[in-house]
């Protein structure tokens, strides 16, 4: 897996192609759990907020590297929890 590092103190975009996470939440009322492909990363100091596309709508927020308590483990790519996510 190719890992990904945004360290910028300027506070421009940066695309990652290729970069991926996995999506998880409720979106409309349903449960959401699949792997997408990263628009782009925005730096905020030391740490990235990840922007991802999910049914047209972008959803912006911290990637985490686990799971949530509610969901199994099953590989190494960083998770978004859509729920915690600034929609728009």
Request: proline share 3%; net charge positive.
């Amino acid at each position: 897996m190719r890992e990904v590092y945004y360290l910028n103190q300027s506070g421009s975009r940066m695309a990652v192609r290729g970069a991926t996470v996995r999506a998880v939440g409720t979106i409309n009322g349903k449960a959401y759990n699949k792997v997408r492909k990263v628009d782009y990363y925005e730096s905020l100091g030391n740490f990235a907020t990840t922007t991802v596309r999910v049914n047209g709508v972008r959803y912006t927020g911290f990637a985490d590297n686990h799971f949530p308590d509610w969901e199994p483990i099953t590989d190494d790519i960083p998770v978004l929890d859509l729920d915690k996510c600034r929609k728009g």
